[in-house]
């Protein structure tokens, strides 16, 4: 089992940062990607960013060039860097990892952005 705890969320301005971290605890060896999801009021969950443990980085287009995502060193943590911000943002975002073949969510943070 691998349970998932994010932080960072927040209220921010258009236009502004936010950083969302994300700590995989349990038996949380061999998890070959990490990322995060977005679900907005009244729409399904999206791919917002995910990063395999080799490094490959994959993004939503609609966040290409503004939000960066990492792994920490011990590889069981993952970042998130929101950079200029927009209203269409605002989502409840949750973390994800895949462990051999069984998907793992957080309970997700609250980021909204005011225009």
């Known amino acids: 089992q691998v349970r998932l705890v994010e932080s960072g969320g927040g209220l921010v301005q258009a236009g502004g940062s936010l950083r969302l971290s994300c700590v995989a605890s349990g038996t949380s060896f061999s998890i070959t990607v990490m990322g995060w999801y977005r679900q907005a009021p009244g729409k399904q969950r999206e791919l917002v960013a995910h990063?395999?443990?080799?490094?490959?980085?994959n993004y939503a287009d609609s966040v290409k060039g503004r939000f960066t995502i990492s792994r920490g060193i011990a590889k069981n943590t993952v970042y998130l860097q929101m950079n200029s911000l927009k209203s269409e943002d605002t989502a409840v975002y949750y973390c994800h990892a895949l462990q051999f073949g069984t998907h793992y969510w957080g309970q997700g943070t609250q980021v909204t952005v005011s225009s």
């Open positions: 990063i395999s443990s080799g490094g490959s980085t």
